[in-house]
């Protein structure tokens, strides 16, 4: 059957239906191939935080994938313009319409664009999704850095494990004008910067974030850590740190702040202490992701920490 569709910015009267397809989509594509499709749970109404999330911080730049005659949505794709970069968040086909060619025609478009501004598109892909990681391939995108994705029931008394070392030295952040800050250590890094994200967690007017933060006696930045402690995305990041240590006092006391919740977060697998001690704490692997680019980037150094939620790579 041939599919006929159009593309236009996705709009605030789509939320609900933008809901519905993520659900959707990832429900049946993670059931029919691995029978997983539970982990999304049995509801849409959590993945209204993703449109909400991405029209606050970037208003007007999500694709919708629409059907010609019915109008009906057959696609999303969240796209994130930054400083260094444009970022590609969560892409999904409405199940009965995928191996189409939708997914494809709502990434190029973001490939031209960033092309045509000389600047990479970048992006984290679940390599237990064979569908998306093939289809970011085609369009060129080359892997650069392996995640995996970590569980961790944290129990209401506290994880039982000590505090590394550098724990009790993490605080939060609160003050907006610290996202410049926070930016700029990102971009020092980890060779991206995206200041708008940071004030965006830290106005905390849309999702429920916490910001945390290691400094050196002297008052430099060691690393800091995005928590979401919104019920439809309890994960951690984004974050980076300069080494192995100073990621695992943030990921300690970020997750003592999340006791009797169960949040998500990527490690580098080349973190291999780091991914060690997660275990100690009884973190599970859960899910494998790749970073994943289009175009040269930078350089980077230290340990980051993406996220889904908004997208980083
Ligand atoms: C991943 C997903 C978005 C792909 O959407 P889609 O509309 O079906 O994709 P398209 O039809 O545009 O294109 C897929 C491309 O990948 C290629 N592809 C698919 N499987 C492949 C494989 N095993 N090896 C090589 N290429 C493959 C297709 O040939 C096509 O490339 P082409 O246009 O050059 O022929 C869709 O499967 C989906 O919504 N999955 C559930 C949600 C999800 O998991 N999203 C990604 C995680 S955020």
Redesign the pocket.
Known sequence: MNLSFTLRPLVPSDHEAAARLLHR??VT?YQSRLGQGARFGDSHEPFRLFPEVYASLDPGQAVAAVDADSGDLL?VCFVHPRETHVAVG????SPE?????????MVSPVLDDARRRGLPVRLV??LL????F??YS?LGFVPHTFYQDLAISVPVAGLAAAPPQGAERVHSVTDVAEAARLADFEQAWQGIRRERDYAFFLRNQVGAWDVWALEDAAGALEGFLVASQHPSCVMLGPGVARDEATAAALLWRALDAMRGLSPVFLVPCAAAGLVQQCYAWGARNVELHAAQASGPISPSRGIAFPTFLPETG
């Open positions: 989509s990832l594509w696609g969560i892409v999904a086909t319409a995928q191996g189409r060619g939708v997914a494809r025609a892909s679940s999704n064979l569908d998306s093939s289809l085609r």
